[in-house]
């Protein structure tokens, strides 16, 4: 019994010395390491982490051009029609210019002449501007369909004012600064209705003529 004793003894010395010797995992990683606690320890030199770039966005605009661009496509012959009423938009700002400059001149009675063919080339435009609207499909002038108006008002416009240029020289004295501003509000009208043009242009992937 005795030596039962002595050995329960020494086996407890003996545990105990080996706890005192190696210390726990705690004490091993030392105060303020923030392990088990759930804290996270500062970066060394007390800098933040850097924020995560993100890429620069594209502007919304830019992106609603792209996808309508991308998804309206045209033939060879739609492309053709759309040139050509282009064109004839084209001589007919040249023509309303030349007008102009006869009423800026005075030249009351050459500008009458003119207005025939004035009329001619509105009435020409009008013809070709409704044969390519014609020739698109039926989805084509859905998604087209907010420039399409926007060209009827413009072209409703041009034809209001050449009217007014109409009246103004059949009265018997003409004025000049109403016959020019006649022939102004045609070209501030026609300008609109290009630039209007153009852009359905860049939705059909058609660039302008040169």
Known sequence: MKDTGRFASFLTV???????????AAQ?????????????????????????QTPPTQPRGSADQDRTRARIHVSDAQSGQYRTCDGTAAQLH???QQMQKLASNRESA?????????????????RQFTQFRQGLSKEQAQQL????????RE??????????????LDSQNP????LINRTQQIEQALERWQTKYRKLGLDIGVSQNE
Do not use: C, W, Y
Request: glycine fraction near 10%; charged fraction near 25%.
């Open 14 to 24: 003996t545990v105990a010395a080996l706890l005192f010797t190696f210390p726990t």
């Open 28 to 52: 091993r990683q030392g105060p303020g390491s923030g392990a088990g606690d759930g804290t996270q320890q500062p970066r060394v030199g007390g800098g933040q982490a850097p924020k995560p």
């Open 94 to 96: 040249q023509h309303v």
């Open 110 to 126: 050459q500008l009458k002449q003119e207005r025939d063919r004035l009329r001619d080339m509105i009435n020409n435009l009008d």
């Open 145 to 152: 369909e907010t420039r399409l108006q926007a060209l009827d």
């Open 155 to 168: 072209r409703d416009q041009v034809r209001i004012h050449q009217q007014s240029l109409d009246r103004e």
């Open 175 to 178: 004025v000049q600064q109403r």
